[in-house]
């Protein structure tokens, strides 16, 4: 019962926002989407949540405004260039795919393709046969050999 | 080729030590965003005390303040050595303030400001692109803003980069 109860609030735990009842819209399809639209825009306060998880000033600002501007019929892009022309892309949770970015989207897979594609011509390659051993380490070896236990 | 193969980590360890260290200088704050509107006109914006209407045809500082803002209140002798020595055109914004706090607050530290704007909601603010106050907006004779400072100024950063970008843009 008790397993039940914590798996429970740690399942609520995830679905927690900061928006106040007296923000929401009126309209329960407006106010999905502006659900949806604030979840990928970043509080530039704390820079690592989104205005809708987070209690600073300017993302409840921001979360008002969005929702003044959905409830207006802006589209949902409409919205996000709204605050992109105030904000820069950084606004953005999921950075747009452009040439300043593509190191962001690509690096790490490259990288990894870089990596098993130098496995693979490291294994492929037989090992080069160790070198003869000299007359020195002949004899050398033959004495060991030849020892008792 | 196994060798040149060796080196490889280690030089990819240096590079990425060396990013990270220039990444910790100590004169850099990572929080710091340029603004999405360098090289663009400053909003139309119309406020009470101040509109953008007033504001063109001159270079100048456009300092986003408030009362409630306590570095606004270490960064505000500054702003008073701004106007009275080195004669910069400084008008402010009041963002998101009480117009009695905000009068209170320059009356105890003093008014450098030529004009003030009362943006009491902050959607003028959130027009500029405002995210943590104060911030120093520079704008041109054509109404673009030319640079912005997010944080309190300091003295190094007024004598080396305020004042010599003001005057440059005021000797064009």
């Known amino acids: 019962m008790r397993t039940i109860a914590v798996l429970l609030m740690l399942l609520w735990a995830g679905v927690s926002n900061a928006v106040e009842p007296s923000e929401r819209l009126a309209d329960p399809a407006l106010e999905a989407r502006a659900r949806v639209v604030s979840q990928t825009l970043r509080c530039l306060v704390c820079q690592n949540e989104s205005i809708d998880e987070s209690n600073a000033d300017l993302a409840r600002d921001l979360r008002r405004l969005l929702r003044e501007r959905i409830a207006a019929g802006d589209s949902d892009d409409a919205v996000r260039q709204f605050m992109v022309t105030r904000y820069g892309n950084f606004v953005l949770l999921r950075p747009p795919v452009m040439a300043s970015t593509w190191v962001l989207w690509f690096g790490a897979p490259i990288a990894l393709l870089g990596v098993i594609a130098g496995l693979l011509i490291v294994r492929r390659r037989p090992a080069a046969p160790p070198p003869a051993l000299t007359a020195q380490e002949q004899a050398r070896l033959a004495t060991l050999l030849d020892q008792p236990e | ?172």
């Open chain 2, 1 to 172: 080729m196994r060798r040149w193969l060796a080196v490889l980590p280690v030089a990819a360890f240096i590079l990425l030590a060396g990013y990270f260290g220039y990444a910790l200088r100590p004169d850099h704050d990572p929080h710091e965003l340029p603004s999405a509107l360098l090289d663009r006109e400053m909003p139309a914006f119309a406020l009470p005390g101040l509109t953008a209407a007033n504001l063109k045809g001159q270079v100048m500082l456009v300092n986003i303040f408030a009362s409630w803002c306590a570095p606004c209140r270490v960064e505000h002798p500054l702003l008073m050595r701004l106007a009275k020595d080195e004669k910069a055109p400084l008008y402010g914004i009041a963002y998101k303030d009480k117009d009695a706090d905000n009068a209170r607050f320059l009356a105890e530290l003093g008014n450098p400001f030529i004009g003030i704007g009362y943006d009491r909601d902050g959607r003028v603010g959130i027009d500029f692109g405002v995210y943590g106050v104060p911030e120093t907006y520079l704008i041109d004779r054509d109404g673009r803003i030319r640079q912005r400072w997010v944080g309190p100024l300091t003295p190094a950063r007024v004598t080396r980069e305020v004042l010599p970008l003001l005057r440059q843009l005021q000797a064009k």
